[in-house]
């Protein structure tokens, strides 16, 4: 499996500086510059007017921008949803999804072309994990929603195709970029990365001591079952994963959200719910019911809406924060992984 290229808009502000340094260029074009890529959200050197074509032309020669072309965008009916397809510098694809809540614009991201993760249900995994994408490739996924819709994006979740933690250092990139003053600046509290639960890189991300949420996607109260639908659960048991998240907690004070996917007679039964609240009984913690997106791959449906709310009655009682993901852009396939899926069979 191969890394993504470098590029410029993956460098931090500090690798900016060293570069023009070394260039032997004036120490105030690095901001000038930096700014023109995260503030200004330019997507190539032609657009910075103010910095002279010999520099450009020395820093192009260096490190290119990444490409990120919009080949397919679908809208929902209600027009609070957006997905989009981007095709990158090699041709590869992935989606993002832009959320307009009453809060703000979300942006859903992806960080691998592809996983390896291989859950059941799942669209992105059907084809494996092409490469790693590069925090530039993340942030322009952001980047270019902004710019195309004109509106600001205030929260992020890296909930798209691929797992995060799996991608480690440019996601830790990513997060260091998209949070800084002189670029997007979006706070750390708004920002929410999903995990299928790799427990070292869990404690690994708890001791970077970020303000980010975490989100742990469970789908199961038991080992046995969560190895039915989570290859994942093979490697890390949920013993551990509680471990790490409770480490998670304890180092950065931010509760733990865990994701709980309802599908129809696999793990929504009342005793599935009941194992889960015991499983979390005193944790800070919120859990978040998902009725599955059903995916033509696979013979898998979403629980009924009464199962849901039984599911969701049984962890009340028991005192556990939960909620039912609000349900947007289903009439555009904005699950997991559908839209660029469908895409590439097109091609
Ligand atoms: N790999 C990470 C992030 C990507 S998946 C993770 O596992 O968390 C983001 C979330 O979408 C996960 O909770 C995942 O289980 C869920 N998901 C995947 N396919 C889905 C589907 N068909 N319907 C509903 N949720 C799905």
Same mark, same amino acid.
């Given at each position: 499996m191969t890394n993504a290229r470098d590029d410029i808009v993956s460098l931090n502000f500090q690798e900016v500086k060293d570069l023009i340094k070394e260039l032997g260029e004036p120490a105030f074009r690095?901001? #000038? &510059? @930096?700014?023109?890529?995260?503030?200004?959200?330019? $997507?190539?050197?032609?657009?910075?007017?103010?910095?002279?074509?010999?520099?450009?032309?020395?820093?192009?020669?260096?490190?290119?921008?990444?490409?990120?072309?919009?080949?397919?965008?679908?809208?929902?009916?209600?027009?609070?949803?957006?997905?989009?397809?981007?095709?990158?510098?090699?041709?590869?694809?992935?989606?993002?999804?832009?959320?307009?809540?009453?809060?703000?614009?979300s942006v859903c991201i992806s960080s691998q072309v592809g996983c390896r993760m291989g859950c059941t249900f799942c669209a992105s995994t059907l084809m494996g994990l092409s490469r790693?994408?590069?925090?530039?490739?993340?942030?322009? #996924? &952001? @980047?270019?929603?902004?710019?195309?819709?004109?509106? $600001?994006?205030?929260?992020?979740?890296?909930?798209?195709?691929?797992?995060?933690?799996?991608n480690f250092d440019n996601l830790i990139k990513f997060i260091e970029l998209l949070t800084d003053e002189n670029g997007l600046n979006i706070s750390q509290r708004n920002i929410t990365v999903s995990t299928c639960g790799l427990t070292e890189n869990i404690k690994k991300l708890a001791d970077k001591k970020l303000g980010i949420t975490l989100a742990i996607s469970l789908h199961a109260p038991t080992d046995d079952e969560r190895k039915r639908i989570m290859p994942i659960a093979n490697k890390y048991t949920i013993s551990e994963i509680l471990e790490a998240t409770d480490y998670y907690f304890e180092k950065t004070g931010r509760r733990i959200s865990y994701e709980y996917g309802l599908i129809d007679g696999e793990n929504d039964s009342t005793i599935n719910a009941e194992k889960l609240s015991a499983l979390l009984k005193g944790k800070n913690c919120h859990v978040n019911l998902i009725p599955i997106n059903p995916i033509k791959e696979r013979t898998y449906k979403s629980s009924t809406p009464k199962g849901v709310i039984r599911f969701k009655k049984v962890l009340e009682n028991k005192g556990i924060n939960v909620t039912i993901r609000e349900e947007m852009g289903r009439d555009i396939d904005a699950a997991c992984g559908q839209l660029r899926k469908e895409y590439m069979d097109r091609q």
């Open positions: 690095a901001k #000038q &510059i @930096y700014e023109w890529i995260h503030k200004k959200l330019v $997507r190539d050197y032609d657009e910075m007017t103010n910095v002279p074509q010999k520099l450009k032309a020395m820093l192009m020669e260096r490190l290119p921008f990444p490409e990120i072309e919009e080949v397919a965008r679908r809208d929902s009916a209600s027009g609070d949803t957006s997905k989009f397809v981007f095709k990158l510098y090699d041709g590869y694809v992935i989606e993002s999804v832009l959320m307009k809540y009453r809060y703000g614009n790693q994408l590069a925090p530039s490739e993340m942030l322009s #996924q &952001i @980047y270019t929603i902004q710019r195309e819709t004109g509106e $600001r994006v205030s929260n992020v979740v890296v909930m798209g195709t691929g797992e995060p933690l799996d």
